[in-house]
């Protein structure tokens, strides 16, 4: 992947609007009685409102930057358009905490981040600028590539962040999520067995993309999960590393559905190689 020639403040500028637009119309909008139907499996939801977030998204990016390709989670995870002509990519996450959503529970967000490569190939991509929006706290988080990393509170103040400072793994507060298919969920339990005893405690927040943001923050230690898409980090990745922490999949690789690892520089380490001796617990082939 070549250095970008990009306006990078522009395209952080331009996730942040279109994530606030989205964040605020699926708050308000939100129907008293939600229509839903289901995707991988009986628990894996999606609303009326992933769809028309999405589409609110998909229409302003086009219109922004026409040239741009797009990746949403509700195109079934399939290249939404034609290919990019800036080698630049759109992907999206319009409600991440879906079941939250649907529960009327939060956190929930949106997440728009923009990316070099191919999304679809683990170790091809990476982003160049995104935001995630707490859609219940108005809280948003973004970054772009060397830019740094922020939080715009409600008020409109940015804090700069600079990541959790912990350097002992039986400190640390680690956030995690389970998938949507049941036995898969039941081998992420007992790798969670396993890790429990040497970290402080664990904390399931329901959105992939803010336990990723509250690693940027300093709110958790850490966080790890097996079975996160694209679209669920793709804005948060750059949050954290611009804040200073990292992120990667498991054995250092490239992070991917298979496993994602993110902490502060004081942690990863450990976390990696606890997160490491149980993956084989949650693979498939088990
Ligand atoms: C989910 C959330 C959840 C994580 C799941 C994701 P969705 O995204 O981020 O925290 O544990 O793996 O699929 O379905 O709400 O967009
Ligand atoms: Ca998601």
Not at 5 to 17: F, G, I, M, Q, Y
Not at 104 to 114: D, E, H, M, N, Q
Not at 251 to 273: E, Y
Request: glycine share 12%; proline share 5%.
């Amino acid at each position: 992947m070549n250095p970008t020639p990009h306006d990078l403040a522009a395209l952080e500028a331009l996730a942040v609007e279109v994530a606030r637009e989205a964040a605020a119309f699926i708050v308000e909008q939100r129907p008293t009685e939600l229509e839903v139907s289901t995707k991988s499996t009986h628990t894996d939801v999606v609303t009326v409102m992933d769809s028309r977030s999405q589409e609110l998204i998909s229409e302003r990016l086009r219109t922004a930057r026409p040239q741009d390709a797009f990746f949403g989670e509700e195109d079934g995870a399939e290249r939404g358009g034609d290919p990019s002509e800036t080698g630049l990519t759109w992907v999206v996450d319009p409600i991440d905490g879906t079941v939250n959503y649907l529960y009327g529970l939060a956190p929930y967000a949106v997440s728009v981040a923009v990316v070099e490569g191919d999304p679809a190939v683990p170790g091809e991509w990476r982003p160049v600028a995104g935001a995630v929006v707490d859609a219940t706290s108005g809280e948003v988080f973004h970054a772009h590539l060397g830019g740094g990393s922020r939080r715009r509170g409600v008020d409109g103040t940015e804090t700069e962040l600079t990541g959790s400072g912990c350097t002992d793994i039986a400190q640390a507060l680690v956030a995690t999520g389970f998938g949507y298919d049941s036995a898969k969920r039941g081998r992420q339990a007992r790798a969670l067995v396993e890790l429990l005893p040497a970290i402080r405690d664990i904390r399931r927040g329901g959105s992939a993309a803010l336990d990723l943001c509250h690693v940027a923050s300093g709110q958790v230690d850490g966080y790890y999960e097996m079975g996160v898409n694209a679209w669920d980090i793709a804005a948060a990745w750059l949050v954290i590393t611009e804040a200073g922490g990292l992120l990667t999949g498991a054995s250092g690789r490239p992070p991917s559905p298979d496993s994602v690892v993110a902490a502060g520089p004081g942690v990863h380490a450990d976390l990696l190689a606890l997160v490491d001796s149980v993956i084989d617990l949650v693979r498939e082939d088990r």
